[in-house]
């Protein structure tokens, strides 16, 4: 009820703030173009799709910049998949600014960590999975966060109402596990279930080439684990989210053209405590044959020591990436990578470019591939997934 | 009497300066245009950058820039992206130190996400324009070792002509050769020989404009590459000069805020 009370609080709040004049709105609009190269795993599954998709950014700010307001609303209407078009508010908060400290409320995004092929250790905000396969994508998550500033680092405070559940395919969508998720049906360990309030500390700290972050998050876990049910005589995946305690170590340290990264966590809840870890390196070549190009190698293996029962495809496996950056008037970028599992051969490869046409237009390509993926492996679920993905965006 | 002392003293200086070899009178002129800058706190401005290529096509940049002096090191600065539009939101924050390397983060709107980059690429373009990065970072007296070439006209002002050469062996210049205006020292021309020490680019400032009375800050810079035909034109608006800036101000806290 009081959670009812803050969001109608703001949003009204927020209407008068975003009529007043001097604030600003960009964004973009994009039309997603997806060819799948196989037949689908189940035939109820759908073949190549159109999507469209907008988001729109409110920034407001006053009193010398202490304090803002910012309205991120996201829509994406899909053509084939009625659970991907979605509308989510990727943020609608106030921050106001301090000497040596910071207050946000309302409705905000986070990210935490160093690696690229994983990310092991940012936990505030749940995974938007039905935007993007990589699950970078993710829903805005209602916070209240303080920050304090000192010499020996940064103290971040959060307090989580309002869990958000993961998104997942629809049973006609693509890039879904073999049995469909029955999203409407989750089940939580606490009995408090989405009304459970989680909290998160997180100090962090920059020494000379040395970028450091501990956390520490006790709630409700943003990965669930599946229940496996018959519903309607067919088999469906309920998804269970359980309470958790994770802390997360991440760790930088750039050494001229080295980056060396390292992500580690250690969670309790879901059965066993489990410790995972990625770690690696990106080197960066700085104008390959006098040329403006600059090529980075990426190199990173992923941990998780509960083996063939983690929920993730990773736990034993490489990843080996390389990016192109053209550093041309189009902010030309290519970046391409494989994950291979050191223990069953299987492999995922992508490969994701980026190009400005003009001044408003961007275009985006990405594409997936699987490939030799064993059985038993859980990524056997996108087998027949392989697909190449065209965006094109203009931005206002 | 007291006119008569500064005579001597300027006679002086002047004897110093012209019987010094050429190394020492480069270096001189470099530490009295760096001590001419010194003092300024903080500044705040806006820059547009236009890139033409050989065929004419253009395209624009908008940035905001922020800068903060530090005692005893190279300046903090950090620079907030408008446009191009798909780009916006994104803001990079450097600590530039007097000897070895930079410190530089990189903030990414999309995913909130701030990213530690390496400094090493001092050569690279910046933002797809003709100017490199270092030719961006602020400018320390110890970047450089000097050697005076000569006096010589520059328009309607007369220059020292000071060549200087990068220290750090990742620059993607030899050498450097700029015309110092001698009565406010500071740079009119500026040409950028490559690694293979031909002519790359040249660098022409433009309408300068004096702030509080003592400091030049060009609304112009003109370069242009010789190898390629590019030109990029950096256009400075809304200098201002002690707006209370502090290091609180160029944190990872403030990046992720930047706007």
Same mark, same amino acid.
Not at chain 1, 156 to 166: I, K, Q, S, T, W
């Given at each position: 009820m009081l959670l009812r009370i803050f969001l109608a609080w703001i949003f009204v709040s927020s209407s008068m703030l975003v009529n007043a004049a001097d604030g600003e709105w960009s964004g973009y609009i994009a039309t997603e173009w997806r060819i799948f190269i196989d037949s689908p795993a189940d035939p109820v599954q759908h073949g190549d799709n159109t999507s469209l998709s907008a988001q729109a950014e409110y920034y407001r700010d006053w009193n010398a910049g202490k304090q803002s307001f910012r309205f991120t609303p996201f829509l994406r209407i899909d053509g084939r998949d009625n659970q991907r078009s979605h509308?989510?508010?990727?943020? #609608?908060?106030? $921050?106001?600014? =301090?000497?040596?400290?910071?207050? $946000?409320?309302?409705?905000?995004?986070? /990210?935490?960590?160093?690696? +690229?092929?994983? =990310?092991?250790?940012?936990?505030?905000?749940?995974?938007? #999975?039905?935007?993007?396969?990589?699950?970078?994508?993710?829903?805005?998550?209602?916070?209240?966060?303080?920050?304090?500033?000192?010499?020996?680092?940064?103290?971040?405070?959060?307090? #989580?109402?309002?869990?958000?559940?993961?998104?997942?395919?629809?049973? $006609?969508?693509?890039?879904?596990?073999?049995?469909?998720?029955?999203?409407?049906?989750?089940? %939580?360990?606490?009995?408090?279930?989405?009304? =459970?309030?989680?909290?998160?500390?997180?100090?962090? =700290?920059?020494?000379?080439?040395?970028?450091?972050?501990?956390?520490?998050?006790?709630?409700?876990?943003?990965?669930?684990?599946?229940?496996?049910?018959?519903?309607?005589?067919?088999?469906?995946?309920?998804?269970? %989210?359980?309470?958790?305690?994770?802390?997360?170590?991440? #760790?930088?340290?750039?050494?001229?053209?080295?980056?060396?990264?390292?992500?580690?966590?250690?969670?309790?809840?879901?059965?066993?405590? %489990?410790?995972?870890?990625?770690?690696?390196?990106? &080197?960066?070549?700085?104008?390959?044959?006098?040329?403006?190009?600059?090529?980075?190698?990426?190199?990173? &293996?992923?941990?998780?020591?509960?083996?063939?029962?983690?929920?993730?495809?990773?736990?034993?496996?490489?990843?080996?990436?390389?990016?192109?950056?053209?550093?041309?008037?189009?902010?030309?970028?290519?970046?391409?990578?494989?994950?291979?599992?050191?223990?069953?051969?299987?492999?995922?490869?992508?490969? +994701?470019?980026?190009?400005?046409?003009?001044?408003?237009?961007?275009?985006?390509?990405?594409?997936? /591939?699987?490939?030799?993926?064993?059985?038993?492996?859980?990524?056997?679920?996108?087998?027949?997934?392989?697909?190449?993905?065209?965006?094109?965006?203009? %931005?206002? | 009497m007291k006119l008569n002392n500064l005579l001597i003293v300027g006679f002086v200086c002047f004897a110093s300066l012209a019987s010094a070899n050429p190394e020492q009178k480069g270096l001189e002129i470099a530490i009295e245009a760096d001590k001419r800058e010194t003092d300024f706190g903080d500044t705040t401005a806006n820059m547009t950058m236009l890139l033409k290529n050989r065929h004419g096509e253009e395209s624009s940049r908008y940035i905001r820039l922020r800068t903060l002096e530090v005692d005893g090191d190279g300046d903090k600065s950090m620079s907030v992206f408008d446009r191009p539009r798909d780009v916006k939101g994104t803001a990079f924050l450097s600590f530039t130190h007097k000897t070895g390397s930079d410190d530089q983060w990189l903030y990414l709107p999309a995913l909130k996400r701030v990213k530690r980059i390496s400094s090493r690429n001092k050569s690279g373009s910046f933002m797809g324009s003709e100017f490199a990065y270092e030719d961006i970072s602020s400018q320390e007296v110890e970047k450089y070792t000097y050697k005076y070439i000569k006096d010589e006209p520059c328009g309607e002002a007369d220059c020292f002509v000071v060549e200087r050469d990068p220290v750090d062996e990742l620059s993607g210049y030899t050498r450097q050769v700029a015309w110092i205006n001698k009565k406010e020292y500071r740079p009119e021309k500026i040409d950028f020989y490559d690694r293979k020490n031909s002519l790359l680019k040249t660098l022409t400032y433009k309408d300068y404009q004096q702030y509080l009375g003592k400091y030049w800050r060009a609304n112009e810079m003109y370069m242009q590459n010789h190898q390629t035909g590019k030109t990029t034109l950096l256009s400075w608006t809304d200098y201002k000069f002690g707006t209370g800036l502090t290091n609180r101000d160029f944190d990872k806290n403030s990046l992720k805020r930047a706007r």
């Open positions: 509308f989510d508010i990727r943020e #609608l908060n106030w $921050t106001s600014v =301090h000497d040596n400290w910071e207050f $946000t409320a309302g409705i905000g995004k986070v /990210f935490w960590g160093v690696t +690229e092929s994983q =990310h092991l250790v940012d936990i505030i905000n749940q995974t938007d #999975l039905i935007e993007s396969t990589d699950g970078e994508e993710k829903l805005g998550q209602l916070m209240f966060k303080l920050n304090f500033a000192r010499d020996w680092g940064n103290i971040d405070l959060f307090v #989580l109402p309002g869990f958000r559940e993961r998104t997942f395919p629809s049973r $006609t969508g693509r890039l879904r596990s073999q049995a469909a998720v029955a999203v409407n049906s989750a089940e %939580y360990a606490s009995s408090q279930a989405r009304d =459970h309030i989680d909290a998160a500390i997180r100090w962090s =700290h920059s020494v000379g080439d040395w970028d450091v972050g501990v956390s520490h998050f006790s709630g409700t876990s943003r990965d669930p684990r599946f229940r496996s049910t018959i519903d309607k005589g067919r088999a469906v995946l309920i998804p269970v %989210y359980e309470t958790i305690d994770q802390t997360g170590l991440d #760790l930088q340290a750039t050494k001229d053209d080295w980056l060396w990264k390292l992500e580690v966590i250690s969670r309790s809840g879901q059965g066993e405590r %489990y410790t995972a870890a990625t770690g690696g390196f990106e &080197y960066s070549l700085y104008g390959i044959s006098e040329s403006a190009v600059d090529l980075g190698l990426i190199a990173e &293996y992923l941990f998780d020591d509960r083996d063939e029962l983690s929920s993730t495809p990773f736990e034993d496996d490489l990843f080996l990436g390389a990016r192109l950056a053209f550093n041309d008037e189009a902010s030309s970028e290519l970046l391409a990578g494989m994950i291979v599992d050191l223990d069953n051969g299987s492999r995922v490869m992508s490969v +994701e470019g980026s190009r400005r046409i003009g001044d408003d237009w961007k275009i985006n390509l990405e594409a997936r /591939f699987f490939s030799n993926i064993d059985p038993q492996d859980s990524l056997i679920n996108f087998q027949k997934d392989d697909f190449v993905q065209l965006e094109l965006a203009w %931005y206002f | -």
